[in-house]
């Protein structure tokens, strides 16, 4: 199984930061990565696939980047409503696997 | 507008079965792969299942296999995943989401909660 690693796991923000989250695979999965916000509570929300496409809805100021092994989710002004945890997915191979999550939280 | 709406989740002790139903709407149902996705209290999320549009393939993860199965009625719009020798460990809130072109999942739902104890 590709296993998914992410840093950091938790980490304080203010609003307006600009904040960058890594995800790194064990093995090269070309593009195929998404990412997805997830809300105490909530189901989890499709916000990037194929590592850098915007899912419809989505606010410009997320984005990604990156291809093989090597990946990153960047939300250039934070906002309140972006408090939450982010988990990356890969869905090069079965079993699809998730990253650990990183939680943002408030300064 | 896309709805996923899971239903079946309680309390089982150690070694039972229970079944789980996602009632699909919005979409043209038999047109996607569907999946069941988990999350323990307080952890990650795990995928469990996927399955093909024509229910043809099927996929697990490890840990259920032999154990759960993942099934879909195209008719009556909905998916299930019947779950048999539950463990303590299976307790997790039980997602089903729609995946895009067997990826990523677009649509999820609101999530049903599987307790496993005696």
């Known amino acids: 199984a590709i296993r998914m690693t992410q840093s950091p796991s938790s980490f304080s923000a203010s609003t307006g930061d600009r904040v960058t989250i890594t995800c790194r695979a064990s093995q090269g999965i070309s593009s195929y990565l998404a990412w997805y916000q997830q809300k105490p509570g909530k189901a989890p929300k499709l916000l990037i696939y194929?590592?850098?496409t915007l899912q419809s809805g989505v606010p410009s100021r997320f984005s990604g980047s990156g291809s093989g092994t090597d990946f990153t989710l960047t939300i250039s002004c934070l906002q309140s409503e972006d408090f939450a945890t982010y988990y990356c997915?890969?869905?090069?191979?079965?079993?699809?696997?998730f990253g650990p999550g990183t939680k943002v939280d408030i300064k | 507008e896309v709805q996923l709406v899971e239903s079946g989740g309680g309390l089982v002790q150690p070694g039972g079965s229970l079944r789980l139903s996602c009632a699909a709407s919005g979409f043209t149902f038999s047109s996607y792969w569907m999946s069941w996705v988990r999350q323990a209290p307080g952890k990650g999320l795990e995928w469990v299942a996927n399955?093909?549009?024509?229910?043809?393939?099927?996929y697990y993860v490890d840990s259920v296999k032999g154990r759960f199965t993942i099934s879909r009625d195209n008719a009556k719009n909905s998916l299930y995943l019947q779950m048999n020798s539950l463990r303590a460990e299976d307790t997790a809130v039980y997602y089903c989401?729609?995946?895009?072109?067997?990826?990523?999942?677009?649509?999820w739902g609101q999530g049903t909660l599987v307790t496993v104890s005696s």
């Open positions: 194929a590592a850098s």
């Open positions: 989401a729609r995946a895009r072109n067997n990826w990523n999942y677009d649509y």
């Open positions: 997915q890969q869905y090069y191979s079965y079993p699809r696997t």
């Open positions: 399955i093909k549009q024509d229910g043809s393939e099927k």
